[in-house]
């Protein structure tokens, strides 16, 4: 773990990604409970948002007694005509407390199976519910959580600019066709990847309602 470390501080010239050590991203990474799935990327799918909405009203339903604030698509399957693998992620806003029993019952009866924190913040809990075609995965978090609105930013961000989307597209799959990157390594390029068009994605919003 430490030579991934090290060669990832070489390579990218930093420290940190997202104010987040990498020396901690990596090792929190390296805990990630993924579960068995086999991952396809496929072209755009305009099923994707029908998905997304039946998922929506499901999962609204389900946690009516709940102190829900919002459910949001993201992820690439949120982006057109952007490819993705074959998961569609959702962002399931609630206030805290986060992860109750509650909670993870009503989950449990829609399928989903707890996976322990997301990738995506160590305050975000993940849900998996593995089907034929896929996977359906909620990010279960706090609203005030900043990753949640950098999510919703840099969703929209990408769908408003076609040459982001262009050259995000080119670099995941130029991260990915390089030789010797194990899924770790994959993950972090990625993150800091991300981390850039997230600043230029909040900067964008801040830009746009500034001028309202």
Same mark, same amino acid.
């Given at each position: 773990m430490m030579r991934i470390i090290r060669q990832l501080k070489d390579r990218l010239g930093i420290h940190h990604i997202g104010g987040e050590p990498i020396e901690q991203l990596v090792r929190r990474w390296s805990r990630v409970e993924t579960p068995e799935l086999r991952?396809?990327?496929?072209?755009?799918?305009?099923?994707?948002p029908v998905l997304f909405e039946r998922e929506r009203q499901r999962l609204q339903?389900?946690?009516?007694?709940?102190?829900?604030?919002?459910?949001?698509?993201?992820?690439?399957?949120?982006?057109?005509?952007?490819?993705?693998k074959n998961v569609l992620d959702l962002a399931v806003a609630l206030h805290p407390p986060l992860c109750t029993t509650r909670q993870r019952? $009503?989950? %449990?009866?829609?399928g989903?199976?707890?996976?322990?924190?997301s990738p995506i913040d160590p305050s975000f809990f993940w849900f998996w519910r593995i089907e034929e075609a896929g996977a359906l995965v909620v990010h279960l978090c706090d609203p005030k959580a900043a990753w949640y609105t950098n999510l919703l930013h840099f969703?929209?961000?990408?769908?408003?600019?076609?040459?982001?989307?262009e050259e995000y597209e080119r670099l995941k799959r130029e991260l990915a066709s390089t030789h010797g990157h194990s899924w770790l390594?994959?993950?972090?390029?990625?993150?800091?990847?991300?981390?850039? $068009?997230? %600043?230029?994605?909040?900067?964008?919003?801040?830009?746009?309602?500034?001028a309202c």
């Open positions: 991952l396809e990327v496929r072209p755009y799918d305009p099923a994707w339903e389900a946690l009516a007694g709940e102190p829900l604030v919002d459910i949001q698509h993201v992820g690439s399957t949120s982006i057109p005509p952007l490819p993705s019952e $009503l989950l %449990e009866s829609l989903y199976r707890f996976h322990g924190t969703r929209d961000y990408m769908r408003e600019h076609p040459a982001e989307r390594e994959y993950s972090v390029l990625k993150r800091h990847l991300l981390q850039q $068009l997230t %600043e230029r994605a909040n900067a964008w919003v801040a830009a746009r309602n500034g």
